[in-house]
């Protein structure tokens, strides 16, 4: 653990099962820590878990859902450690939104239909700044709104008066209106056209610069994340299977997964080359697994796949890099 | 760089004669809206879809593509235009509906959750008459699921929909457009509810199923890099007018049109460092800054539709612009690349009438020299 007053969230093993005749095990043993002021990305497929972390962090997990262990702990900038599920009541609801807020996947169904954006603004301020007089809960908005590159006039407008990327970015500027250390979103860009996304993630880069809050991005797209974030997980299966820096994972990539996801993508300007995927499907989460989870799609798998659990390990590429994969060294996979 | 003909990787050997299958001309659409005038969704389109080739449809949402293929698919009356199925004029419903067949974004919206895999395929063969009831029936369901590579066949045609992953349904959403034995495939976005990892595999399939019956592929798509990759000859879509068109390396490499242009700088480019990235970044950061002060939804009445979003706007653009050739086959609709402002534009200067002519001359021309 280098650095550790730069650390804002650090995840331990966290889990989270959804209850069921064999339940589900959607997060198995993740680890992290999100640094201040850091964009990690979290790339995976529909059904890896992603999405059920990003609730679990947020502490917004419903029943069947349940965490069956591990350990989310908040470092605000004076040093105060919070051990975040361990809050209860009010100290939760003063939690959230003010340190550490979410935007969600639809964004567009985010946004109440039937009341103005200035009302949603309101809400917030009222329950959280409940000393504000009205009229400064207004010129916050109005603030807000300006920050994320729309007209302030715009409070008295009803969520379908807007676009798309309009409505994407009313819920970024809510998501800053407490400036939070974090931002957690998931897949805040999959509903946008490509150059409506492009000035979304722009505007996050360019908040985050001036803001400094820490992000954890959600998202399908390895290409997009590739571009954007500083750190990258990759997570198959309910794990994190490769966890590396951003740059330099598109040349050297470890994890047979990675590797897979990363041949998805035909580049724009690239040579024609053949084009494939990743045959096959992710396994069934209600299942054990005991050897790797992604042996069945491998085009490397050898003897070992199939009945040892590779765990996640340092390559010694001096940035944290590391890898759940044999082929990256057998020794830390018996456990 | 390609020449006029560029070698398609997807075109049989024995090629059938160059007529296109399905031809369209001038297809325009008009949308009632409640208390004025008509949107018009698609603006006299013109082109030909041929046997063994896929033409890439790429543009945003509300740009009018999933309309033109409503319109091809008959689920849409057009304004005007005519769509020629073989070369004919009139074609009955049940038999062009038997030759253009679509396949649809959403697997899971698609499929009926309560029948199996093999009554979503019986039904079509039998309604068309394509086999009879019986054993004939149970070998063609076979062979269309061996060939989406759903095997073992028995196993997958008893499962439900909800049995299948969302690469699996829509590779039965596949073979249920293929068992009509259509010489058209209509693709509407037909990756973009899957994951990564699978869309690849489905676009090859579809490829390879376009080579192995000569099908002709519209493939609708707002994703430019799968749009190269898979077609030969790619149209760009901007408000319902074609704005850039030709060959697909020539359009996505070389792009004429400002668009296009603005298309593909916005997608991620897994090439560049953090550093370029961040360059990159400022620089689009400044250039909309700079463009903030001017209205973003500008009136496009009558002129380019582009107008109010171009960065090289310029007076003559609220004229319409003319289809011009910028290469083998490559055309752009945009003022940037008219050589000769004044004869071009003094055909539709003054009148509202006036616009449509610009590109009707464009395309028209270049689906008579297609015939040619």
């Known amino acids: ?107 567009m169904n985010a946004l109440n239909p039937v009341t103005s954006v200035g009302r949603q603004f309101d809400d917030i301020f009222r329950a959280h700044r409940p000393d504000w007089t009205a009229e400064r809960r207004r010129q916050r908005a109005g603030e807000l709104l300006d920050l994320v590159g729309i007209d302030p006039a715009r409070v008295r407008s009803f969520p379908h008066e807007l676009s798309g990327g309009m409505r994407q970015r009313v819920v970024i500027a809510m998501a800053l209106a407490l400036e939070p250390e974090i931002v957690i979103m998931d897949e805040p860009t999959t509903a946008l ?26 998202t399908h797209d390895l290409s997009l994340l590739l571009e954007i974030s500083d750190r990258l997980a990759v997570m198959y299966a309910g794990e994190f299977v490769e966890y590396a820096p951003a740059e330099g994972l598109v040349s050297a990539a470890a994890h047979p997964y990675t590797q897979g996801l990363l041949r998805s993508f035909p580049d724009l300007a690239g040579a024609r080359r053949e084009l494939r995927g990743i045959p096959g499907t992710p396994p069934d989460l209600r299942e054990q697994l005991p050897g790797c989870p992604f042996a069945a799609r491998c085009d490397q798998v050898f003897a070992p796949c199939s009945d040892q659990h590779p765990a996640l390990l340092d390559l010694d590429r001096g940035t944290g890099w590391s890898a759940a994969c044999h082929l990256h060294g057998l020794q830390g996979a018996i456990r | 760089m390609s020449t006029t003909t560029p070698p398609q990787p997807g075109v049989p050997a024995a090629e059938p004669a160059d007529a296109p299958v399905l031809e369209v001309a001038d297809l325009t659409v008009d949308y009632p809206q409640r208390g004025g005038r008509p949107l018009r969704a698609v603006d006299h389109l013109s082109f030909g879809l041929r046997a063994g080739q896929t033409l890439a449809l790429v543009g945003e949402s509300g740009s009018g593509k999933s309309t033109v293929v409503r319109a091809l698919a008959r689920l849409q009356r057009p304004s005007s235009g005519t769509v020629r199925l073989g070369g004919q004029a009139r074609t009955r419903g049940d038999a062009y509906r038997r030759a253009v067949q679509m396949v649809f974004q959403d697997p899971f919206a698609s499929l009926n959750p309560a029948h199996t895999v093999d009554h979503h395929l019986r039904r079509p063969l039998l309604a068309t008459g394509r086999t009879r009831r019986g054993a004939q029936a149970d070998t063609a369901v076979r062979e269309l699921l061996e060939s989406v590579n759903l095997t073992p066949a028995a196993d997958m045609a008893a499962k439900r929909p909800h049995e299948l992953s969302g690469g699996q349904r829509q590779r039965v959403a596949i073979a249920r457009a293929l068992a009509p034995e259509p010489r058209i495939l209509l693709a509407d976005e037909p990756v973009s509810m899957l994951d990564v990892s699978i869309r690849l595999e489905i676009l090859n399939l579809l490829d390879q199923l376009k080579r192995r019956h000569g099908l002709a592929l519209l493939y609708v798509t707002h994703d430019l890099a799968t749009a190269r990759h898979f077609s030969s000859e790619v149209m760009v879509m901007y408000r319902g007018t074609v704005v850039e068109r030709g060959p697909s390396d020539e359009v996505i490499l070389n792009p004429a049109h400002p668009y296009t242009r603005l298309l593909a700088e916005s997608a991620p480019s897994t090439g560049a460092t953090r550093e370029q990235a961040r360059t990159a970044r400022r620089e689009r950061l400044d250039q909309r800054a700079r463009r903030a002060a001017e209205q973003r939804e500008a009136t496009t009445e009558g002129g380019c539709p582009f107008r109010g979003r171009c960065p090289s706007v310029m007076d003559i653009c609220a004229q319409r612009p003319p289809a011009v050739e910028v290469g083998g086959g490559h055309q752009a609709l945009c003022w940037l690349h008219s050589t000769d402002v004044r004869t071009d534009g003094s055909t539709d200067g003054s009148t509202d009438e006036g616009p449509d002519e610009g590109p009707d001359e464009g395309t028209e021309g270049s689906v008579s020299d297609a015939l040619t």
Request: charged share 30%; glycine share 10%; hydrophobic share 40%.
């Open chain 1, 1 to 107: 653990m280098s650095g550790d007053a730069d650390v804002v969230l650090s995840v331990e093993h966290l889990s989270v099962e959804y209850a069921g005749e064999r339940p589900t095990r959607a997060v198995r043993d993740v680890s992290f820590e999100l640094r201040r002021g850091e964009l990690l990305g979290v790339a995976g497929e529909s059904g890896c878990g992603k999405s059920t972390l990003a609730y679990a962090i947020s502490r917004m997990l419903k029943p069947p859902a349940r965490l069956t262990g591990g350990r989310v702990l908040h470092r605000s900038r004076d040093g105060v450690e919070t051990d975040l599920l361990a809050l209860e009541g009010e100290a939760l609801r003063e939690f959230r939104w003010n340190r550490q807020s979410m935007v969600f996947q639809s964004a």
């Open chain 1, 193 to 218: 056209d490509v150059v409506v996304q492009r000035e979304i993630l722009d505007e996050v880069e360019r908040l985050r610069e001036q803001l400094g809050f820490s992000v954890v991005f959600i």
